[in-house]
Structure formats: C-alpha cells, structure tokens
C-alpha cells in the first residue's frame, strides 16, 4: 500500500497522531485529542486547566492484513466552577471514537455485527481472527445483543404473516411474525399460545391482514385480538391438507383395493420380496389387532376403554375406526420415484439387468445406490412372470400419486392399474374429481366456486376436510382471491432453522432474534 494510501486508512477526525510504527507485524500508533479544553458532564462547563492524562488501548479495522493498536493519551481536567460537586472529569472522546469505557473505534462496530449476524459467535471469532480483528467470541455477541443503535425504528406493520416453529420438535414451539409488505421478519414470540398471540395483536392494533395456517390457536387469537383484521389461510397448507384427505380416502379403500389388484386371488407370500414378506407379515399382526377393535366397537365398549384393554392409542383406534389402517404396504417414498419414467423407458426397451440400469440412471444424476435399483427389477421380473401388475404389493400413497400426479404422464402399467381401480371402487375416482376441481378452484384466483364445490365435496370422501374448509370459509375465501400468503413465512422458518442448527440449538430468544431480524 501506497504511504498516501496508509495515512488515509489510518486517519481518524479529531485525533492528533504523535507516533506510527509497525512492530511484530502490528500497526502501533499513538495520538491524542485535538480538542484544546472540555466541557463538565455535570455543570457544563468549559475548562482548559489539565489536571493529568491516562492511556487508553484502541484497536481499530485492520490494514493490509494488520493488526492496528491506537494508545491514546486522554486527559483529565479540573471543573473550574466553583459550586460544581465533580473536582475532575475526562476529556469525552470523539463520536468516531466510539462508546465511553469502549475498546476499540467506532467504525469497528459495523463489520463486528455484520459478521456476527452472519457466523454467530465462534465462527465469527475464527473468521475475525482470520481477518486481523481477533475479537472473541462473547464480544461477537454483546454487540449482537446490544444491535445498531443508529437503527432507525421498524414502521408498523400493515400485512402480517405467523407461523411457529419448533424450539424442540414435538416438545416446545414458538412463533415468528413477518411484515409481508417490507418481506422482513419483526418480531420472534417465545411460545405459540393463544395469549401470547392476542396480546402482541392487541399491541399492534393497524394489522389490517393476517396470513395464517389453519390451526386452531392462531384462528382463535386473530378472532379475540383483531377482528378487523382479514385473515388469509395458507394456500401450501390447504394444498396439502387436500392431499392427504384423498390420501386418507385411499387407505380407507385398502382392502377392496388389494382384492381388485391381485387377480389371481389373494397375495402368495412365496411370491414376495424379503422386503415385502417382513411388510406382509407385520400387515397380519395389524389385521388381527384390527378385527379385535372393530369387535369391542361392535360390542359399543368406549374408545378409551379399547385403548386400556388392547394397549393402543386412542389414535391409532380412531384410524382403525375410520377404516384408515389396513394398508397391507406401507412403503416409505423412494429414491427411484423421480426416476420412475426413465426406468419403465429403459426397462420397455430391453434393458432387464439391475446393474445395467444402475450405471444408466448414475449416469444420467441418479445418487442412489445399486441394491434400490436391483430390488426393483426383481419386483418388476416377478409380476411379469406371474402376469399381473404387483398391485397388491403397492402402498397407499403410491396408488393416490398413481391416480393424480402421475395419472398423464405415468407408465402404461400405471394405467391399466388406475382402470382397475376406477372400476373397483368408483367412489375413490369421484374424490379424485373432488380434488382436481379444488385444485383449479384455488389457481382460478374466484373465490365465488367455493360455495359449489362445498357443496359437492360433502357428499364424498372427502366430506371431512369440506367441512374443515367450511368452518373457516372466509379465510379460505381470501386466499383464494387475495395475493398475499405464507409464502415469506415457510420461507423465513427455513432461514430460522438454519441459524438455529448452526447454533446447534442452544440460541436464547434474545440472540436468535438478533440474528433473524438483522436487516439483509
């Protein structure tokens, strides 16, 4: 660096420098205030008589990848009016010097909470130790805690969106508030309970909409605390609760559904993959465990007392109840889903070695591994030699991807399964056609289908989430019309995540506020 250059970097208003060296790589300046007299903090006033001076250690941003120490001299002078209580008092630094009692220049504190907001403590120490500033980890997050003081207030929030997320997943939640309109989270609550919620709403009177999910507790406090406020339900959420209705629909099906796909009569377990006879067998135990439920309904004994007797949940006996626990085949998703398209092409065209087509797919992205590949060939060689599609060996969640995601672009073998389907149990096509018109009734951006489609989906399978949209049809009604949503929140709760996992967890309120709503 040029000498130019350096005394520019090194230059400080209001500070007289008497010396400059560099020793063991560490620039070393001394200096003083240019300021001839002082003003008394307690009498205001002006005085030139020095009484002593003291040295005071500064470190300041580095230089061409050097440490900078300032020892500044600071003098004491006398108050010279007479009634004034304080005999001496130190000359007040500079506004570019920084904060009284503080260590190091003013203009250190932008990049020290930068780089906290970013690394957090630890990491953000080794990385100012990398960059000639070797602050330590607590100063990292005082000046995390303690925030910008020429921060300029957040303006009240017109459009709001709350969502939780989790302290400790199934155990503790909080609850995060983001202005939709500056796209900026505002504020983190410590808990999702209703009173938390209606007493920041009730501090926050100008919300005029809220985007939520459809969860009872924020439904609730958004009624109590802003009834002025039009709410908006999360349009991803009623997506997906659509979803697993039909889903839920599928599994309520299962035992005609297994009927219908084994033409040639009930499933053989000789004819089965290891995978699928541990899955067979387990299916078993649930049937019988099943049957001894439905009996002690059937015999009208109270679901709590079924749940002392037999050693089940409540839950699971309400799912049994309801018919949704006779999936035979509970298959988690695959790695080879994406693939699916690519594997029936390579399979139709002659390709009938699991290895084989384990190169092709690795070649093609495919990261998983060869055994996945070759145990679905061996599925696919065995329905071919017993000719018949193995669906009574598919699970639930296949056959609801089968019959609407996958129903246009699917295999020919999908298609001859969802015609057997469609013939078997036509009530499941009827929710089907139930869930497309939700689907195009969402994307329609009218919320005057809403009504109709109410209507018809009462008399279907999905009758129960129909009843859950009509319980709260003005919200429903408004995302469907209105262009806000959760989208930022579901976003800005991946962030939050994020920084918490980089935390590992152990970041108080205070500090993982600090670092969400730091401005980007």
């Known amino acids: 660096m040029r000498a130019r250059e350096w005394d520019d970097s090194l230059s400080l208003p209001g500070l007289i420098v008497d010396e400059r060296a560099v020793v063991d790589g560490v620039v070393r300046m001394s200096g003083r205030m240019a300021a001839s007299d002082a ?3 307690d009498c205001g006033t002006t005085s030139a008589s020095c009484h002593s001076r003291y040295d005071r250690t500064l470190s300041d941003l580095p230089v061409s990848g050097s440490m900078v120490q300032i020892r500044l001299s600071v003098r004491r002078f006398r108050c010279v009016h007479g009634p004034c209580l304080r005999q001496t008092f130190s000359e007040p630094l500079a506004p570019t010097f920084g904060r009284r009692y503080g260590r190091r220049i003013g203009r250190c504190d932008t990049l020290l909470r930068a780089v906290a907001v970013a690394l957090g403590g630890r990491p953000g120490a080794r990385m100012m130790a990398r960059l000639a500033v070797p602050w330590s980890r607590d100063t990292m997050l005082r000046a995390l805690r303690r925030g910008d003081p020429m921060a300029e207030p957040l303006p009240p929030a017109r459009v709001i969106g709350i969502d939780d997320f989790a302290w400790r997943r199934g155990h503790s939640y909080g609850s995060i508030v983001v202005d939709l309109e500056r796209r900026q989270v505002i504020d983190l609550l410590p808990d999702r309970q209703r009173e938390t919620v209606i007493a920041w709403l009730r501090e926050n009177p100008q919300v005029e909409i809220i985007c939520r999910d459809r969860g009872p507790g924020y439904v609730a406090a958004a009624n109590e605390a802003a009834p002025q406020a039009r709410q908006v339900a999360d349009r991803w959420h009623l997506f997906e609760n659509a979803s697993a209705a039909f ?12 009927r219908a796909l084994a033409p040639s009569g ?7 993959t290891r995978a699928e006879r541990l899955q067979w067998d387990g299916a078993q135990i649930r049937e019988t465990l099943n049957r001894q439920i439905l009996a002690l309904a059937g015999q009208g004994v109270p679901i709590r007392a079924m749940a002392r007797t037999t050693g089940v949940s409540r839950q699971t006996i309400h799912k049994i109840l309801r018919g949704q626990r006779h999936d035979t085949f509970r298959n988690r ?19 009938r070695v699991g290895a084989e087509l384990w190169r092709r797919l690795k070649a093609s992205g495919f990261a998983g591994s060869l055994r996945v590949v070759s145990e679905w060939t061996t599925r696919r060689r065995r329905d071919e030699k017993l000719g018949h599609a193995a669906g009574a060996s598919m699970s639930a969640r296949t056959i ?7 129903r246009e672009t699917g295999s020919a073998q999908t298609a001859m399964i969802n015609a057997v389907i469609e013939t078997a149990v036509p009530a499941l096509v009827a929710a089907r056609d139930v869930l497309d018109r939700f689907h195009a009734m969402m994307r329609s951006k009218d919320e005057g289908r809403l009504d109709p489609w109410i209507a018809t989906a009462a008399s279907s399978k999905l009758a129960a989430f129909a009843a859950g949209v009509e319980a709260d049809k003005d919200a429903v009604a408004a995302a469907i019309s209105s262009p806000w949503s959760s989208g930022q929140v579901e976003g800005t709760v991946n962030r939050l995540k994020s920084i918490k996992r980089q935390m590992y967890g152990r970041a108080k309120l205070d500090l993982l506020k600090a670092r969400v709503m730091a401005p980007a």
């Not at 009930?266 to 089965?272: C, E, I």
């Open 266 to 272: 009930p499933v053989d377990p000789a004819t089965l």
């Open 400 to 406: 609801a991807r089968n019959m609407t995601s996958e």
């Open 39 to 41: 003003t008394c903090p």
């Open 333 to 351: 998703q695959s790695s080879l889903d994406p693939w699916s398209l690519a594997l029936e092409a390579e399979w139709n065209a002659g390709c």
């Open 247 to 258: 889903l839920a629909a599928v599994r309520s099906e299962m035992p005609c559904l297994r």
